[in-house]
């Protein structure tokens, strides 16, 4: 017989992972428990990788517990794995406190922890704390990368904060960070809900000039906010424009700009639009 070693285990548990076979990890970690060959950083680091691919949160802490009770070092792969579990199952608490016990243990963090703990606040719309970890990250020298900043804008758009996500777009912009279609989105979406009409129309001919590419987010959330100041005649342009350039387009925004055309008390337009949602194929609500 071919004795196993945890050479082997974490070969066959780490392919498990990458492949989010993760029930199949578990057995393998099992087994390898019932052999008595002792698991490693790396071989948790595996398993815990697979649970957080399978988005089975529960099973990611529950390993990390195992691995801090069998005394096994801890690092920042087999962190920012439970944190990205926790951050996929929205429990942006349990998050925060893993992103503590990694400060605790000496362990460094990096751009994919922070991302993925702020991602996990962006969900729950936690601003507050999303913001606290964006200014963390400045005081622990970690890179802010685009996907940093899209999930803190997205969560000072979820918080109603505009302001914040203006703030934080502007830094991205003075870092050199390169935005993106979800940045831009989120940014504009936040203009939308503080009822910045102008500025989300502005912005939206900005990313024109920018090349970045807009699409069904974008328009919804620009006619939306024209439609909410009723400014039918914006709503109109803005639509015409995603429409002209193939835009896939749906009942929300036909919705709105309706809406609008309602509210500024054209009838015409609003029964024009009626009959475009047909040759769209979407039915209306």
């Not at 390993?63 to 792969?77: C, E, G, N, P």
């Not at 758009?157 to 989105?185: C, H, P, Y």
């Not at 803005?238 to 509210?263: G, Y």
Request: overall charge negative; charged content about 20%; hydrophobic content about 45%.
């Amino acid at each position: 017989a071919y004795d196993l070693n945890y050479f082997h285990y974490g070969a066959v548990i780490d392919a498990c992972a990458k492949t989010s076979m993760w029930t199949e990890a578990l057995r393998l970690f099992s087994v390898m428990a019932q052999t008595e060959v002792e698991a490693n950083t790396i071989i948790f680091g595996a398993a815990i990788s697979a649970c957080e691919k399978a988005d089975e949160w529960e099973k990611a802490l529950q390993l990390f517990s195992a691995m801090v009770k069998s005394k096994v070092q801890s690092d920042t792969i087999a962190f920012n794995a439970v944190i990205s579990a926790c951050e996929k199952g929205g429990q942006w608490e349990k998050a925060l406190q893993q992103l503590s016990f990694m400060a605790e243990s000496g362990v460094k963090s990096s751009t994919i922890t922070y991302s993925a703990a702020i991602s996990a606040c962006e969900k729950r719309g936690a601003w507050e704390a999303a913001l606290a970890l964006c200014s963390m990250m400045g005081q622990c020298k970690v890179e802010m990368e685009t996907i940093t900043f899209n999930a803190v804008i997205s969560a000072c758009e979820k918080g109603d904060k505009w302001e914040n996500a203006l703030q934080l777009f502007t830094m991205m912009a003075l870092r050199k960070v390169k935005s993106d279609t979800i940045s831009s989105n989120a940014l504009i979406s936040a203009y939308e809900k503080g009822n910045q009409w102008e500025k989300a129309l502005q912005f939206c001919s900005a990313m024109t000039q920018r090349e970045i590419q807009s699409d069904r987010i974008t328009c919804n959330a620009v006619v939306s906010a024209c439609e909410k100041a009723g400014e039918w005649e914006n709503a109109l342009q803005v639509f015409a424009s995603m429409a002209q350039r193939r835009v896939d387009l749906d009942t929300i925004t036909f919705n709105a700009v309706v809406s609008a055309c309602e509210k500024g008390r054209a009838w015409d337009k609003a029964l024009q639009l009626l009959f475009v949602m047909s040759c769209y194929q979407v039915m209306p609500n």
